[in-house]
């Protein structure tokens, strides 16, 4: 195996520094491996996205602990700041799990995916993320929401839902709306890897009144001040990217699918030159798979894929990670890094973090390994 699958050598499973040890500031980035915070312990925020508020970068994500336990929600979505985006202060639980057996986010839920998006109108900073309830699997595919008047927090968990209930997408066919169809789709579980079995059931209709499906997911704001929520539906199958209310804080009735029966799963969106690109990925769980990439001219598509961004050793399998987020660099020109993890279900918190740059190309985009690298990269050349 190449070095970036190596486990780290240091003490407590390769996640903190020497008892006492501070941490040396950092001016590269080096991907897979440990990466101390300012109090010298791995950054924890798996599965994470980044805003960017008033010169300050933050970084949200789920806190993971030990052992497999850590793949459900012990702790909460933990918050880190940034100037430069090598060094990272620990901010704390921006959001923690409840003791309260009857909330939707008792410990022991599952919490995955955390965005943080600030509305300018609301001053309001609003959160949203998979929500799987506890004791039931990944078979609730929720969406909640939270707020708070401040970066770091502390959020208040506001509610969950499934989105759009009662309401068609707006490039729905016909054929989906069909009674009958709707009846034989209605009970029907599938799981989330490719199953030909379910392209016969109609999973959006069966789905119609009590909401869609609602896994994994981003958020993204557009130049207009629109927001939108870009989730796995339908068994996971279909893409799903619904318009979100002025507040950000539910649908707005506006949405389409995408993608239908490719299983694309781990979304992340950015905006360049007045095209849309996504990164996403496959369905195989814990395990890595080639990722996905497509481009529109509107956000409503139509969407055209792009294939695998990633090229060399590894490029088949990610690089041994999963898309989460895609990072716009703020002071630099046409800069985005795409953020991805990789996952440690056998102990949770040593999941790593694979952050590269992304070579815009008229094919659509371009990803290349790097040991070690710089913002340096998106300077002229």
């Known amino acids: 195996m190449k070095k970036r699958f190596r486990l780290g050598a240091a003490i407590g499973f390769g996640l903190s520094l020497v008892a006492g040890q501070v941490a040396q500031a950092a001016d590269s980035f080096k991907p897979g491996e440990v990466w101390p915070d300012d109090k010298g312990v791995h950054i924890n925020a798996h599965g994470g996205g980044v805003l960017f508020h008033e010169?300050?970068?933050?970084?949200?994500?789920?806190?993971?602990?030990?052992?497999?336990?850590?793949?459900?929600?012990?702790v909460g979505v933990h918050v880190y700041s940034s100037k430069d985006l090598y060094n990272w202060k620990d901010e704390g639980i921006a959001l923690a799990v409840s003791d309260d057996p009857e909330s939707e986010i008792v410990k022991g839920c599952i919490i995955e995916?955390?965005?943080?998006i600030y509305n300018e109108t609301t001053k309001k900073f609003v959160m949203w993320f998979h929500l799987e309830l506890k004791g039931?699997?990944?078979?609730?595919?929720?969406?909640?929401?939270?707020?708070?008047?401040?970066?770091?927090?502390?959020f208040t968990y506001v509610r969950s839902m499934r989105p759009n209930a009662g309401v068609w997408p707006v490039n729905v066919t016909e054929d989906l709306k069909d009674p009958e169809s709707i009846a034989k789709a209605k009970g029907k579980y599938f799981g989330g890897g490719v199953d030909e079995n379910q392209k016969q059931y109609n999973v959006l209709g069966a789905?119609?009144?009590?909401?869609?499906?609602?896994?994994?997911?981003?958020?993204?704001?557009?130049?207009?001040?629109a927001a939108y929520h870009l989730?796995?539906?339908?068994?996971?199958?279909?893409?799903?990217?619904?318009?979100?209310?002025?507040?950000?804080?539910?649908?707005?009735?506006?949405?389409?699918?995408?993608?239908?029966?490719?299983?694309?799963?781990?979304?992340?969106?950015?905006?360049?030159?007045?095209?849309?690109?996504?990164?996403?990925?496959?369905c195989t769980g814990w395990a890595p798979?080639?990722?996905?990439?497509?481009?529109?001219?509107?956000?409503?598509?139509?969407?055209?894929?792009?294939?695998?961004?990633?090229?060399g050793e590894n490029a088949e399998i990610t690089f041994g990670g999963q898309s989460t987020f895609i990072l716009p660099v703020q002071g630099k020109d046409d800069a985005y890094i795409a953020m991805f993890d990789q996952w440690?279900?056998?102990?949770?918190?040593?999941?790593?973090?694979?952050?590269?740059?992304?070579?815009?190309?008229?094919?659509?985009?371009?990803?290349?390994?790097?040991?070690?690298?710089?913002?340096?990269?998106?300077?002229?050349?």
């Not at 994500?61 to 012990?74: D, F, L």
């Not at 699997?137 to 970066?151: F, H, I, M, Q």
Request: aromatic share 14%; glycine share 10%; charged share 25%.
């Open 207 to 225: 789905d119609f009144e009590g909401g869609q499906m609602a896994r994994d997911m981003t958020l993204f704001v557009d130049d207009d001040g």
């Open 113 to 116: 995916r955390p965005k943080v």
């Open 55 to 74: 010169g300050t970068y933050y970084w949200y994500g789920e806190h993971k602990i030990e052992g497999t336990a850590g793949n459900r929600a012990e």
């Open 231 to 282: 989730y796995s539906s339908e068994h996971n199958a279909t893409l799903h990217i619904s318009k979100l209310t002025p507040d950000y804080l539910d649908h707005a009735g506006e949405y389409a699918r995408f993608f239908p029966h490719r299983w694309m799963e781990a979304p992340a969106i950015c905006k360049r030159d007045g095209k849309y690109y996504i990164i996403a990925s496959g």
């Open 344 to 381: 440690r279900p056998n102990n949770a918190i040593d999941g790593r973090y694979v952050w590269l740059p992304i070579e815009f190309t008229d094919e659509g985009m371009k990803i290349e390994w790097r040991d070690e690298w710089s913002l340096d990269v998106f300077d002229p050349k």
């Open 136 to 154: 039931q699997g990944y078979s609730a595919a929720r969406s909640g929401v939270a707020v708070a008047d401040n970066p770091t927090g502390p």
């Open 289 to 311: 798979n080639a990722a996905r990439s497509a481009v529109a001219d509107s956000i409503f598509g139509p969407w055209k894929e792009l294939g695998n961004p990633c090229v």
